[in-house]
């Protein structure tokens, strides 16, 4: 409270009991809180990835690959135009020209892929902000998508703060922040991608959950639903949360059944709206299976490529050794990654949300060497890492995580991007 007064002596002339004076000063506090408290998280994390995405940049050019590639498949005339092909391309068109979903047959297509690939697998959030934020700054559909990227994964490594924060303390909360901009899949996070987009908002509503703000955790979990299909795992924990919180009836019981009723509703209100266009209700999910071949396979895929990897062959779909082989150690870390986190005994929120994501991941057949984007979403795993690590002095914390995050551009950015297809 100290803090207004402060402010309100800067400007002797205006008393402070004048319209708007003391309506000024609590906001310029409140503003000043927010910077104190979320401030060193974030330019933790900030300086991380800046470090990161200069390597990553750096090792484009040096490669040149990708002026022998499509624009469209991790191609482009300078090294920043591959943060825009793949998924990036899909949600540059929906942004410029919006859905037209169709479930259009392919003649003699290629075994898996019985349908034209349509652009209505990609959930409408993050193009719908990419079109608003070029409409409003005069910026192209690449500089929006870039900045809702990057804006957003600040808001990640804040929500991520104040997880661990509210868990493990300050220190643990901004060394979580910092991990999660070096981690496996982190280029996604800086690019023309909806990845930092959703860690956003699962991170924050996994908050409101554990502060016990029910109609918040359900409405961003809404918000969620119209960003990416795996948003069915956030939906899951923070419905469970709320349920166990209805039998305990310590909040009530408008307000976690409110939760519990939000949730879902992006989720399946985009889902019905693409099965409402093709005129199938489970198109949405025909079009993920026969022109994308993603589908949950209880493992099987997972359990072919890990297989191959380890065998040293490619007889799996979607083989690309190098993202594979860094795939497949992530996938043996995460049992221990796993037990460390359930030692510290989270919140029911992060053990659900963390353990769907994993499930969601592995159980469902895709791009193996995409894992470590895929599991970009889990930063619970990462508490445990950032309890551990707040036992170091800053000194030792700042080289480990410099080194990390200049490693970052290559296994983190570069090789997901450049040695398989992200």
């Not at 469970?240 to 019981?253: I, K, Q, Y």
């Not at 690309?320 to 037990?339: F, M, S």
């Not at 659900?352 to 930063?379: C, H, M």
């Amino acid at each position: 409270m100290s803090a207004i007064p402060a402010v309100a002596s800067d400007v002797p002339e205006q008393r402070s009991d004048e319209p708007g004076t003391g309506a000024a000063a609590g906001w310029r506090g409140r503003v000043r809180a927010l910077v104190v408290r979320f401030g060193p998280a974030v330019w933790c994390y900030a300086v991380l990835k800046l470090l990161g995405f200069t390597v990553f940049m750096k090792l484009l050019s040096f490669s040149g690959d990708y002026l022998k590639k499509h624009p469209r498949f991790g191609g482009g005339a300078n090294p920043w135009d591959v943060l825009a092909s793949w998924d990036g391309w899909w949600y540059q068109q929906i942004a410029e020209n919006g859905y037209h979903p169709a479930l259009i047959p392919v003649p003699n297509g290629l075994p898996g892929f019985t349908i034209e690939q349509n652009s209505a697998a990609f959930f409408p959030l993050y193009p719908g902000l990419m079109r608003l934020v070029s409409d409003t700054t005069g910026l192209g559909l690449y500089g929006a998508g870039m900045l809702v990227s990057v804006v957003a994964s600040l808001f990640a490594a804040a929500g991520i703060y104040a997880v661990v924060d509210r868990m493990a303390g300050q220190r643990a909360g901004v060394i979580a922040a910092g991990l999660w901009a070096i981690a496996p899949g982190s280029g996604a996070e800086w690019a023309v991608y909806s990845d930092s987009l959703f860690v956003a908002l699962a991170a924050w509503a996994c908050y409101c959950v554990m502060s016990r703000q029910w109609v918040a955790a359900g409405l961003i979990a809404l918000v969620a639903g119209l960003n990416r299909p795996t948003a069915a795992a956030l939906i899951g924990a923070v419905g469970l949360a709320a349920l166990v919180e209805l039998f305990r009836r310590e909040s009530g019981v408008v307000r976690p059944l409110a939760a519990m009723l939000l949730a879902p509703v992006g989720l399946l209100g985009y889902v019905g709206w693409v099965g409402w266009r093709v005129d199938d209700w489970g198109g949405y999910f025909k079009l993920q299976h026969d022109a994308w071949l993603h589908y949950f396979d209880f493992g099987q895929g997972t359990f072919y490529a890990i297989r191959g990897v380890l065998l040293g062959r490619t007889d799996y779909p979607f083989a690309w050794p190098t993202t594979d082989l860094l795939a497949t150690l992530i996938v043996l870390t995460l049992p221990v990654l796993i037990v460390l986190l359930v030692r510290l005994r989270p919140p029911l929120v992060l053990t659900a949300y963390t353990l769907a994501t994993i499930v969601s991941v592995l159980g469902s057949l895709g791009i193996f060497g995409n894992t470590s984007r895929y599991l970009l979403p889990a930063f619970p795993l990462l508490i445990a890492l950032a309890v551990a690590m707040r036992k170091l002095s800053w000194p030792v914390l700042a080289a480990v995580l410099g080194a990390g995050a200049l490693a970052s551009g290559w296994y983190g950015g570069y090789v997901i991007f450049e040695l398989g297809i992200p």
